[in-house]
């Protein structure tokens, strides 16, 4: 057997199948086979008792074609170098899947934030904006929330970032809470885009209101999508966290479990220690059960490589929603293909999050704001245009939706890099058989 491929090799591969699909220079690939820049950083932070800790963190500027680089920071004791630039490529198709003017970042911390008191995990998030605060900038690179992190950490970066530079600059992270400049629907955007895109192909997939559906994920994005589908008809019989699962064939009421994990469990420091097994009357199952139960409709809504060559056997639903990054290998995608299971790539069905941070940075820059109504229809118009189109396209090519979603974003990222010039373009200047257009 060979070896264990890396996140990143495994984020690399997505393109190839792309690129049968798309007519591109050859110099466009070789533009994306690395990241722009890449920053480890160290952290030094003062704990609570009055010990010294150092962190280790890292941010990566994957490719800037088509405008400052976006992406989140995650604090998770799994974050390395190579998820963290896996992440940063993803980001790249993602903005341009649904045509924001952004490319791909990302940035990560390798912490445990639940063993931090609020006061460090606040020194922890100030110093980590001190040690790249030279790396980001409202025209270069912008972050946002992600694993393990939320507003109020970002309301803080934000506020080292002014510290900094001494001048007020929201538009340099977002997600912030709206106190500080954030938008209206981004707590909810990553699980309300998916849902849009669910809607736009309900018809196609074969699913609709009364569906079944497993969440495999309780956390922000899968605790809305869950909401949205519960209230649109549909009905959601599992859910999960990091600690197990519950079912319930009947359906479960969404919003009442969501706060009983809320309410009822231990708070500690920013973050939520129960788990959805702690609530009552409802059959207790394991994530892998979760995975194979026979629903209708699959939310992977939790961390990479959820699904894998390993489990895609057992999968009996038939579309799955990808509201995390990457939960299906290479591997397990050929699988579900071969089954006649849907995929509705991360690229796409996650893409609610960046798009809303998309108008929080517009509203910043611009000083205006919109409401809720405003931002959740400008929202849908985005995902169900791109979710119709990458549909077309697949259906024509006779490919997976995750393969024209990749060729979807390449054509647009290839324009971009082609106007830029390629080698036909300087080719045909160095011999004389380009003339130039006078003014």
């Known amino acids: 057997m060979g070896e264990e491929k890396t996140t990143f090799e495994n984020a690399r ?3 190839n199948a792309a690129m049968e699909h798309v007519d591109f220079p050859s110099e466009v690939i070789e533009r994306l086979k690395y990241p722009k820049s890449s920053l480890r950083v160290s952290i030094p932070v003062r704990m609570d008792d009055g ?3 150092t962190f280790t963190g890292f941010r990566v500027r994957y490719d800037d074609t088509r405008g400052p680089t ?3 920071i995650r604090f998770h004791p799994q974050v390395d170098l190579d998820e963290v630039t896996s992440l940063a490529f993803w980001m790249v198709f993602k903005c341009a899947v649904v045509d924001l003017p952004f490319g791909g970042g990302k940035g990560g911390v390798i912490v445990d934030p639940k063993e931090l008191s ?10 980590y904006i001190d040690a790249i605060a030279d790396f980001i900038g409202p025209d270069t690179d912008i972050p946002a929330p992600d694993v393990y992190t939320n507003p109020m950490i970002m309301g803080w970066m934000t506020d080292e970032y002014n510290n900094i530079t001494r001048h007020k600059e929201p538009s340099v992270i977002t997600g ?3 106190e500080l400049g954030g938008s209206r629907g981004r707590d909810s955007a990553t699980g309300r885009g998916g849902y849009f895109v669910t809607r736009e192909l309900e018809k196609q997939l074969g699913i609709g209101p009364g569906s079944t559906v497993a969440v495999q994920g309780f956390g922000n994005a899968g605790y809305w999508n869950a909401l949205f589908l519960s209230e649109a008809g549909y009905k959601v019989v599992a859910v999960s966290d990091s600690k197990g699962a519950i079912y319930q064939p009947n359906g479960l009421d969404v919003k009442s479990v969501y706060q009983f994990k809320q309410q009822e469990s231990t708070l500690a420091n920013a973050y939520c220690h129960g788990s959805v097994c ?7 199952i394991t994530n892998e059960d979760l995975l194979a139960l026979d629903v209708d409709f699959l939310v992977p809504a939790a961390l990479e490589n959820a699904i894998t060559a390993k489990n895609a056997g057992t999968i009996k639903a038939k579309a799955l929603l990808e509201l995390a990054n990457g939960p299906v290998t290479p591997e397990a995608d050929k699988i579900l293909f071969e089954k006649g299971i849907h995929v509705l790539p991360d690229i796409l069905a996650n893409a609610g999050g960046v798009t809303v941070s998309y108008f929080e940075w517009v509203q910043n820059r611009n000083g205006f704001y919109w409401g809720s109504e405003e931002v959740d229809d400008r929202l849908e118009k985005i995902m169900r245009q791109e979710s119709a189109t990458i549909w077309a396209f697949a259906q024509e090519r006779g490919i997976d939706l995750r ?3 990749y060729a979807h974003s390449l054509s647009r990222l290839s324009s971009a890099i082609t106007a830029k010039g390629t080698k036909d ?3 045909k200047i160095n011999t004389g058989s380009y003339k130039a257009v006078s003014a």
Do not use: M, N, W
């Open 278 to 284: 702690e609530v009552r009357d409802h059959e207790v």
């Open 13 to 15: 591969q997505r393109l």
């Open 403 to 405: 393969t024209a979603a």
């Open 176 to 178: 912030k809470p709206l």
């Open 425 to 427: 373009y300087f080719h």
């Open 70 to 72: 976006k992406g989140g």
């Open 51 to 53: 010990s010294l800790k």
């Open 118 to 127: 609020l006061l460090e995990l606040e020194r922890l998030s100030r110093g």
